[in-house]
């Protein structure tokens, strides 16, 4: 419905559309508010009325009191800390490191075949495998999780390389052999563009896998962060703040989220999918 | 004959280089945690024997199954219901959003503070949680991507909602569906071994930790191996079926794509 250019639709029509369009927004907007206080309420009336065990289940308000208590103190912005540059280092490692192997065995016809099974095998190796050896070899050191989070989120991203170098045309590739291009420049005016939809898409998994994977390296081994403290919250007994730990946990991964599709918007702006998306 | 010949040595040529790399580079180790190719593989029979296996990871397996499985009726059911009502779309979206962020690893201590963690109950809980958000966002998706002509003509035909729903929207949001069971399914298994990690107990996670305590390297070494071995071998089963029930999706997108 959107994808019609606007400079064929008649002006008045095209108003009316935008005014319908802008209603059915601001709509969805209200029901969504409306969804998440229904949640917060239910949970809290839940918890209030005793339909829940409140030991197990604290008002939502106790919740956020736990939090608000939290954000004043030094250890939260610490751990805070800690998890997001686990995070970032990790995801940071395996990008660089997916998109160079997917480039090289990506356009070496003779690279993909050798390597093929050996990716189809080690891929669905659950990262976890790994868990008992990194804590033999590093402890509660972040290098525990960064394993971790990097064997997890390279697999990604060098998946999702290789099928966008994949699919890059033939013909625009010999269009520019025959141009003379060298390597590195039919890497960065081909392959790039054509890759980089699969990369972003890359990115927006492996940023959920890497966050995954830092959080449990702090929950199980032990690894300083978040992860860390809500196992300490939970065993100690702290009800509250356990729940406030996941609620900001998972604002995380709402950030997470947002920040990929952002970068994904800005990166794409002359992609197709992008702009009709929003004509 | 040769063209089959050259598959099987590209398809086995880079595993036997490795394998060999391994076995000689580990061959004279005697780092404790690198222990020779050669012991971890004469430590596999005697680890494995058929009582562990029957004991351990037949009661991963199924948890695993049984979690994988609530999440698949539950989401596909709610994620149809969701997708096919926009005013139910709108309104649940956000709440969605922030549950499909949370890493499912921290479910782990809120199901405990519930159901325990010494049963099966509790593990399962957590698995069934961890894979719905996937297959329910896809079934989503799925559902409101559907062709429009579709529905149309269904509805032109008076199909029953039921034989609707049966015939049509499900079958056509059925790549979704698959799509996000895969993703599920990998989560499965982290959540799989995750949950047998708290409280001391039985299962496939439980066994290699406590290997890994009591410093048995090379029996640790060889659960890492099983574990691995199982991820490939539930990924394989999940493509066998996926490329039966969606067979004719895929020739659809091959005829699309002009192969």
Redesign the interface.
Known sequence: MSSTPATLAPPARSRAANRSRRLRRS??LW??????I??LVGAETLSRTGIVNP??LPPVTEMYAALFAMLGEGWFWEALWLTVRGWAIGLAAAMALGIVVGFVIGSIPFLR??????IE?L???????????V???FGTRPQSAFVLVLYAAFWQVLVQVLYGVADVDPVARDTARSYQFGPIRIARSVIYPTALPYIMTAFKLGA?VA??LE??AE??IGVDGL?RE??I??SSGA?PE??AL?IV??????A??LLARFVERKALWWHPSVRSEQS | MTRFLKATGYALGLPAILLTAWWFGSANSTNPFWPPLQTILETFPTTWTWDRIVGDVFPSLARLGIGFGIAVVLGVALGTAIGLSPTLRALSEPVLEFFRAIPPPVLVPIIALFAGYTGWLGKIVTIALGCLWPILLNTVEGVRGLEPVLGDTAKSYHLSPWRRLVFVILPGASPRIFAGARQSLSIGVILMVISELFGANRGLGAAIVQFQRSFAIPQMWTGVIVLGLIGVLLATVFKIVENRMLAWYVGQRQIERGV
């Not at chain 1, 190796?125 to 008992?132: F, G, K, N, Q, R």
């Not at chain 1, 946990?249 to 709402?254: Q, Y």
């Open positions: 709509r969805d029901l969504g508010v409306t969804g998440v229904l949640v030991d197990f075949k050798f390597t093929s099974s050996t095998f891929r669905p190796i659950p990262s976890v495998a790994l868990i008992p050896l804590i033999l070899i959920a966050l995954i959080i449990t929950l199980v992860g809500l196992g919250a939970q009800v356990t729940y996941v946990i998972g604002l995380i991964g709402v997470v989220n």
